[in-house]
């Protein structure tokens, strides 16, 4: 086989996986099915989710809030605390609500108790009203999102 034969070959696979990939639609990928009977809530949000335990409906106890930016997963997700025993060790959470959508890396963060959810170089803002994080409209913290002068996997 000829280097030629070798390049056009390449070139038309390249071809076929670019147009395959092309071909599947966001809204056909579906999370797959899982369950333990066991279990009275599956915590199950996608691959790679960041969690952010916190106070989030002011009722004393510690939600779950959990920030998955891949896909089709895509959000920050509220897993509400309903344990009505504060001195049961395993918690009780509610089926998850989407409550707008995820970036990489979002951390919470506590300051005078006060929980914060941070993102490289911005922050969510939170509505003094409501008490509710605006995952939309984030506010810059610093100029910057890379603290590194290089690339780096984990920033």
């Not at 395959?20 to 899982?34: G, H, K, N, Q, W």
């Not at 335990?53 to 939600?63: L, N, Q, T």
């Amino acid at each position: 086989m000829t280097q030629r034969h070798l390049f056009f070959i390449s070139t038309l696979l390249l071809v076929l996986c670019v147009h395959f990939t092309e071909t599947v639609a966001d809204d056909s990928l579906r999370p797959l099915p899982f369950n333990n009977p066991s279990l009275h809530v599956d915590l199950g949000v996608g691959l790679w989710a960041w969690p952010m335990p916190m106070d989030y409906d002011g009722d004393g106890d510690h939600d779950l809030l959990v920030a998955c930016p891949d896909k089709p997963s895509n959000g920050v997700y509220l897993f509400e605390n309903t344990t009505q025993d504060r001195h049961q060790s395993t918690p009780i959470f509610e089926k998850a609500v989407r409550l707008g959508p995820a970036t990489q890396n979002m951390q919470v963060s506590y300051v005078d108790g006060t929980p914060r959810i941070l993102v490289p170089g911005k922050e969510a803002n939170r509505d003094d009203h409501t008490n509710q994080f605006d995952f939309k409209n984030l506010t810059t913290i610093y100029s910057k999102t890379n603290i590194h002068p290089s690339p780096v996997r984990g920033n």
